[in-house]
T-cell receptor, first 114, second 115 residues
Framework: KAGVTQTPRYLIKTRGQQVTLSCSPI?????VSWYQQTPGQGLQFLFE???????NKGNFPGRFSGRQFSNSRSEMNVSTLELGDSALYLC?????????????FGQGTRLTVV | AQSVTQLGSHVSVSEGALVLLRCNYS??????LFWYVQYPNQGLQLLLK??????LVKGINGFEAEFKKSETSFHLTKPSAHMSDAAEYFC?????????????FGQGTILTVHP
């Protein structure tokens, strides 16, 4: 069965622009989480969606937002890009998002802000 | 709040040697613990998870980890390293309750395997 698909794989944006990243979860998975990975801060949790509702949120500014559609696909948006937003953005899906359930990760979207 | 500390950002071993990657956790509630592996330019792949069923957990690719509550540790081991084990390894914790979809990761340990 197909894994978690993230598009695009690579993006280059200019400071001040906005960007939208997409994540298609494994079929049947209803929970989608997003993470930011940088060399300095490591892997940091952004937010989690389940059945189109945000259930959990990390400590990121309001420029970072997300949504989930009825087919469980999710998008995250970053507005007014800053150089520090350059990172690998990872999406993970699971059946329920519960604490013991396995999260399956996509290959990520590499965002470079210039 | 929960947190994870991985001791050693880089570990180097010879092929065939024991692999030991250290992880200590802090959690106010019984934790769920995970080890993930990341190869260059890839996402994360689950190696194993502890969910309180057994303290010694066996995972994929010959890895295992032992949950020690008294030491708040969850170290990852493999008896004999292969070249293909070279990657970055992350320990992660999830607290119970309403921590939906939120893994808290350690800073990662890069494993290098020498021939």
């Amino acid at each position: 069965k197909a894994g978690v698909t993230q598009t695009p794989r690579y993006l280059i944006k200019t400071r001040g622009q906005q960007v939208t990243l997409s994540c298609s979860p494994i079929s049947g998975h209803r929970s989608v989480s997003w993470y930011q990975q940088t060399p300095g801060q490591g892997l940091q949790f952004l937010f989690e969606y389940f059945s189109e509702t945000q259930r959990n949120k990390g400590n990121f500014p309001g420029r970072f937002s997300g949504r989930q559609f009825s087919n469980s696909r999710s998008e995250m948006n970053v507005s007014t890009l800053e150089l520090g937003d350059s990172a690998l953005y990872l999406c993970a899906s699971s059946w329920t998002g519960g604490p013991s359930t396995e999260a399956f990760f996509g290959q990520g979207t590499r965002l470079t802000v210039v | 709040a929960q947190s994870v500390t991985q001791l050693g950002s880089h570990v180097s071993v010879s092929e065939g040697a024991l692999v030991l990657l250290r992880c200590n956790y802090s959690s106010s509630v019984p934790p769920y613990l995970f080890w993930y592996v990341q190869y260059p330019n890839q996402g994360l792949q689950l190696l194993l998870k502890y969910t309180s069923a057994a303290t010694l957990v066996k995972g994929i690719n010959g890895f295992e980890a032992e949950f020690k509550k008294s030491e708040t540790s969850f170290h990852l081991t493999k008896p004999s390293a292969h070249m293909s084990d070279a990657a970055e390894y992350f320990c992660a914790v999830v607290a119970g309750g309403t921590s939906y979809g939120k893994l808290t990761f350690g800073q990662g340990t890069i494993l290098t395997v020498h021939p």
